[in-house]
């Protein structure tokens, strides 16, 4: 298909996304409590084979949903260990003490941080919806722990293309080293197809406001 977009839509594209992180980083600021600001969020392109280096090999906390709408593909939140069971136990409080089924999290801190992520996801797509006049349907979020290269094996259902458009927004509460970095891998064709449908004129301020999902 035809991959020609003007940029002016890229760039709206990724006011889009930035609006996105945004309002993830209040959701987490109503969740925990902690100050949460953006820090960086920017649109890459990488080689696919390029992806798991992107991510690195760190322990990592992988909460990700597969968008079952265009564009497809999957929204992937990444944290450090000890920032998400911060996290997790904030959420659960005095409820989540229990045997750590994988060395670190209780079954009852991995449903938290599930749905945390799920609380996350919401807000991260319902700008996009709104600006694209649509709507952008998502699994149940997963939880994985392990290594951060390995987490994109356990998503599965790559697109087959040759080249990943990554939306990359880093989080950070730096008063509680809590840091959430948010990956978007969509289909590219399909993104490509709504970006096209991008109204030039649109006020990404005010059409990007998401729904109330507290």
């Known amino acids: 298909m035809d991959y020609e977009v003007d940029v002016r839509k890229l760039e709206l594209f990724n006011d889009m996304a930035k609006e996105g992180a945004t309002t993830v980083s209040e959701h987490l600021n109503q969740l925990s409590g902690l100050h949460t600001e953006i820090e960086v969020s920017?649109?890459?392109?990488?080689?696919?084979?390029?992806?798991?280096?992107?991510?690195?090999?760190?322990?990592?906390?992988?909460?990700?949903?597969?968008?079952?709408?265009?564009?497809?593909?999957?929204?992937?939140?990444?944290?450090?260990?000890?920032?998400?069971?911060?996290?997790?136990?904030?959420?659960?409080?005095?409820?989540?003490?229990?045997?750590?089924?994988?060395?670190?999290?209780?079954?009852?801190?991995?449903?938290?941080?599930?749905?945390?992520?799920?609380i996350m996801t919401s807000g991260f797509i319902d700008g996009w919806a709104n600006v694209l006049d649509?709507?952008?349907?998502m699994s149940t979020p997963s939880f994985i722990f392990g290594p951060a290269s390995d987490i994109v094996d356990e998503m599965g259902g790559w697109p087959d293309e040759e080249i990943a458009f990554v939306v990359d927004?880093?989080?950070?509460?730096?008063d509680a080293d809590v840091e959430v970095t948010v990956y978007t891998f969509p289909q590219l064709a399909d993104l490509v197809r709504l970006?096209?449908?991008?109204?030039?004129?649109?006020?990404?301020?005010?059409?990007?406001?998401?729904?109330?999902?507290?």
């Not at 992806?51 to 079952?68: D, F, M």
């Not at 649509?134 to 349907?137: E, L, S, V």
């Not at 927004?169 to 730096?174: K, P």
């Open 134 to 137: 649509t709507t952008i349907d």
């Open 42 to 118: 920017k649109i890459n392109f990488l080689d696919m084979a390029d992806v798991r280096t992107h991510l690195g090999e760190r322990e990592q906390v992988g909460i990700y949903v597969e968008l079952t709408e265009a564009p497809y593909g999957y929204i992937l939140f990444m944290l450090e260990p000890e920032g998400s069971k911060r996290l997790a136990q904030g959420m659960v409080g005095d409820m989540g003490g229990g045997e750590a089924t994988d060395g670190l999290f209780t079954d009852l801190e991995r449903s938290a941080m599930q749905e945390i992520g799920n």
């Open 169 to 174: 927004s880093h989080i950070v509460a730096s």
């Open 195 to 214: 970006i096209q449908r991008i109204d030039v004129s649109t006020d990404v301020d005010t059409d990007t406001a998401a729904s109330d999902v507290l």
